[in-house]
Structures are given as structure tokens and as C-alpha cells.
């Protein structure tokens, strides 16, 4: 296991120049968090941005981070909110430069507990104007190979508590974050088909697996998820994050080459994702995500966002602007 030291001195392997550094960007997808031996906070996310790309603002993303040791079980993931909404007091203080960071939070809050989660999430308006929406992960595969990255069953996006739950989002103007994998992206259009007036926004371009038994079906697996993006799509309440194809999950070795990715290298591997989602769902639906520091695993900041900025040159600037800001901006109703 490398040590924080080590990975930054791996990644300091390839450097690469910010491209048009001109461009604004909202970043609508990173954490904060502080687990054994990996703290992720402001200072660190500042560092990792001042590679020269134009970030002005960003949205945090619900991490499983420093939740209440006590009080009632669904009220403590409240602690997350409150720590996020410290950063944001933090860096609002005029010290740490002027990027909006965390203008909009997207927080956790169970579903699965059916209506009385509206009581949980006005707690969590209580503690922050910028709260924005809910993320509640339903990743879910039946292979033991296959991470499990919560506790939940399978088939809860059709689960009728937590479509209880999900009702509430609506009633109180709050969007919902999908992160599940490819195989259960018709279950995420069923919802989305369910719930019209409720904004879904999908995580890391629905997932597509590559381990354990997904893994050297690299084509088969393309091919059904293309299917799968192209049903989803077809539900207008539903947006896409362009990015996480980084994480180990998809079956990409990024993470253990010799040297870390070029932008070059990254743009050509993940262009045909990236390239579909942006293709069905229109710029005006897609918005490039860093998913920081879980893609750092693989790439620089400054690496990840020219690989974006290469994929989207040949598109127009009004393109380019929903694509890098606007389309972020917009769903997550960011001043």
C-alpha cells in the first residue's frame, strides 16, 4: 500500500500544462472526508485545482463522511452536512481565493425509511442553504468480485418505502444522485419514468463494470450499456456526470502502470463513453465531473480536465460552456 507521499510523487510523473485555461468550469462532483491515513479537506482540494484550469465553482458529493457517533440512526449522517457546511464558512472567509466551493451539497439521507425521511432532510436544509439534493448509493451486483459500495439490497430503486422516500425529493425541490452499475440502468429508468418531476442526475456515466465476471467482455459490456445510456436518456428528467471511467471498478489499469495517464492517452480510452452519453442525452444533459480524489488514484486534476477539454474540442462554445459549466450550474440551481 503506497502512502500519500508516494502517490503524489507518482503522479508528479506526468506533467501536463492546464489547456485553455481560460474556460470556466464547475466541477459538480468531488468530496471531503477524513479516513485513516487519507484526509481529503479545502486545502487539499485548493491544491489539486491550482494546476490552472478555471474552476470557479464546485458541488461536494455525500462520501459516508464524518456522520454523528450519536442520536437517532438517520439523523447522523447530519454530521456530514455540518462538517461540509464548516468548509464552505471556511472558505467563504476571503483566505482561500474565490472559487465557490461546495455552492451546491449533495447530501445522504435514507430513502429507504419511507416518508419520514422528510423530517431528515429538513434537518439538513437546517444546516445549509446549499443543499441541493440527496445521493443515495444502490450500486448493487451479485458477484462477490464486484464492490459493494453500501449496505443496501438489491433492486431498492423499485423498492416501494424507498420510492416512498423518493417522493419526498419532489415535495421539497431536491434532486437525487444515482450512482448504481450498468446492469441496473433499466431499473434507474423505470424511476426516472416513475418520478417526472424529480431532476436525476447519474453518476460516472452509469457505471459501466470491468471486474469479476465483467472482466475481458470489455466490448460485450460496451455495447449493452450503450443500449441501456440510449433508454435512459429517453426519460428527459435525467442528466449524466461524464467521468469516474478511472475507478477500478471499470476495468481500466491506470492505477498501476509505471507512469500516470496522459490526457491523450485518457481522452482516446474513454471517448466512446463519453462520446455516447454527450451524443443521446445533448451538452444541455451531460456535464464533465473530476469525481476528486477517487480519480486521483489514476491522474492529476489538471490531467483529468484536459482530457475532457480534448474530447470536447471539436464542439461549439455554446457546447463547450454546457458541457464544462452551465449544464451543472443549471440542474444544481447554482447562483
Not at 125 to 149: C, E, K, M, Y
Not at 263 to 285: D, K, M, V
Request: overall charge negative; charged content about 20%.
Amino acid at each position: 500500500m503506497t502512502t500519500n507521499a508516494e502517490h503524489h510523487k507518482w503522479l508528479d510523473l506526468t506533467i501536463e500544462e492546464a489547456l485553455e485555461p481560460e474556460l470556466p468550469i464547475c466541477d459538480p462532483h468531488h468530496h471531503f472526508w477524513d479516513r485513516p491515513n487519507d484526509r481529503y479537506f479545502l486545502d487539499d482540494l485548493l491544491s489539486d485545482l491550482s494546476g490552472g484550469h478555471n474552476v470557479v465553482s464546485t458541488v461536494f458529493i455525500e462520501c459516508q463522511a464524518m456522520y454523528r457517533k450519536d442520536g437517532p440512526e438517520e439523523m447522523k449522517t447530519l454530521g456530514q452536512t455540518e462538517f461540509v457546511q464548516g468548509i464552505v464558512a471556511q472558505n467563504a472567509s476571503g483566505r482561500y481565493g474565490n472559487i465557490d466551493v461546495a455552492a451546491g451539497i449533495v447530501a445522504f439521507a435514507n430513502l429507504a425509511i419511507g416518508s419520514g425521511v422528510e423530517r431528515v432532510l429538513e434537518a439538513h436544509q437546517a444546516v445549509t442553504p446549499n443543499l441541493r439534493g440527496v445521493r443515495h448509493i444502490t450500486a448493487f451486483d451479485g458477484s462477490p468480485d464486484v464492490p459493494r459500495p453500501r449496505p443496501f439490497p438489491e433492486g431498492l430503486l423499485g423498492d416501494a418505502k424507498f420510492r416512498e422516500g423518493f417522493a419526498v425529493l419532489e415535495k421539497l425541490g431536491l434532486s437525487f444522485d444515482a450512482y448504481i452499475y450498468h446492469p441496473q440502468l433499466h431499473e434507474l429508468a423505470d424511476l426516472a419514468n416513475a418520478f417526472p418531476g424529480v431532476t436525476i442526475i447519474l453518476n460516472h456515466v452509469g457505471g459501466p463494470l470491468g471486474v469479476g465476471p465483467y472482466a475481458s467482455k470489455r466490448d460485450q459490456i460496451f455495447e449493452e450499456w450503450k443500449d441501456s445510456m440510449t433508454a435512459v436518456a429517453a426519460s428527459p428528467n435525467v442528466v449524466v456526470k461524464v467521468g469516474g471511467l478511472v475507478m477500478p471498478v471499470c476495468g481500466f489499469d491506470w492505477h498501476e502502470r509505471a507512469m500516470p495517464t496522459t490526457s491523450g492517452s485518457l481522452a482516446q480510452a474513454t471517448a466512446p463513453y463519453y462520446l455516447h452519453c454527450i451524443e443521446q442525452f445533448g451538452p444541455n444533459r451531460c456535464m464533465f465531473e473530476s469525481n476528486f480524489p477517487v480519480d486521483k488514484i489514476a491522474c492529476s486534476y489538471t490531467v483529468l480536465w484536459n482530457a475532457f477539454k480534448r474530447l470536447a474540442h471539436d464542439f461549439s462554445p455554446s457546447e463547450q460552456a454546457a458541457l464544462f459549466h452551465d449544464t451543472a450550474t443549471r440542474f444544481y440551481r447554482l447562483s
